[in-house]
């Protein structure tokens, strides 16, 4: 795939937007799960960012999307915007955040994975590399979160659950961007979860009658920037890079919710929580370096 500097330069951009506010999503679930059980904040998430989308589309006239980009919409759509929002909100109810951080890490490497097997994309030893360093950052960091935490059977079965659909959809998004455009697969995949959780209205309904302000607005945040903005900017960057790749970067995201947390939270994190983070990091860099160009036989002689 040959990019231009400019072109990869803005597809970084978006990657780099992407984790940022997947990162945030962390701090506001913790006061939107509060009040919303895990089907209907998933619902009323995937609603916020289904309008915003929607709205978008309707002023920038892109329409609906070719019949070839809809097999892998509706992939991703039940995939990652459905079932893993509902597994994850409800993992993180019967495991704590460390072991649900853990478990949720291997999508990356699932990724990568389905990618080269489905995809035909290449496992360059850099991206191996450097998703191994960043998975065993993300398990210090998990560890570190954990402390005396609980952790259930079913809720690391969920936390799995999450991983393997996370996995799937961005592996069945990539074919998609190649025939609609990232606003276009991001609208419709999103209708396609709200539509999927649409069996949690009730509780949505009986539970936002009651629920603080506070965390309505946070479920309101999610659905606006770490769905309908975040998820964008992601389809943008993949359609511009490898499935693997792109996994590989979301490894920032521990780091970034260590950072966050210490900022909006006031929780100071430990030594081996920062050790963690910045190995997340250093993964990600190795895992989105390349190597230098060999020098041709004609390059070397004149250099001598």
């Known amino acids: ?175 998609a961007l190649a025939h609609g455009s990232a606003l276009q697969v991001t609208t419709f995949g999103c209708l396609v979860g709200a539509v999927a959780c649409l069996p949690f209205a009730g509780q949505l309904i009986a539970e936002a009658s009651r629920a603080p302000l506070a965390a309505t607005l946070n479920m309101v945040y999610l659905g606006v920037f770490p769905t309908a903005l975040a998820f964008t900017t992601w389809a943008y960057a993949l359609a511009r890079t490898t499935a693997g790749r792109m996994g590989a970067t979301t490894y920032a995201v521990p780091a970034l919710v260590v950072l966050m947390a210490w900022l909006f939270l006031g929780e100071l994190p430990g030594l081996l929580t920062l050790a963690g983070g910045a190995l997340c990091l250093t993964g990600v860099a190795v895992s989105r370096s390349r190597p230098k160009p060999e020098k041709s036989p004609a390059e070397s002689v004149e250099a001598a």
């Not at 990162?23 to 506001?28: K, L, T, Y």
């Not at 490497?109 to 850099?126: H, N, Q, T, V």
């Open 1 to 175: 795939m040959t990019r231009s500097p400019a072109t990869a330069r803005l597809a970084l951009a978006a990657a780099a937007v992407t984790v940022v506010l997947w990162a945030s999503a962390f701090v506001s679930i913790r006061s939107a799960g509060a009040a919303y059980s895990p089907g209907a904040l998933a619902l009323g998430r995937l609603l916020a960012g289904a309008l915003v989308l929607g709205a978008v589309l309707l002023i920038r006239r892109e329409g609906v999307p070719p019949r070839a980009a809809w097999p892998g919409i509706l992939v991703s759509g039940l995939l990652w915007f459905g079932a893993y929002m509902v597994a994850l909100n409800w993992g993180e109810q019967e495991v704590d955040a460390g072991t649900a951080a853990m478990v949720v890490n291997i999508g990356p490497i699932l990724i990568a994975l389905l990618g080269a097997r489905f995809l035909r994309e290449s496992l360059p030893p850099r991206l191996i590399a450097g998703m191994v360093v960043s998975f065993a950052g993300a398990v210090a960091v998990g560890l570190s979160m954990s402390g005396e935490g609980h952790a259930s059977v079913l809720g690391v079965v969920l936390c799995l659950v999450a991983a393997i659909a996370y996995a799937g959809g961005v592996v069945a998004q990539k074919p």
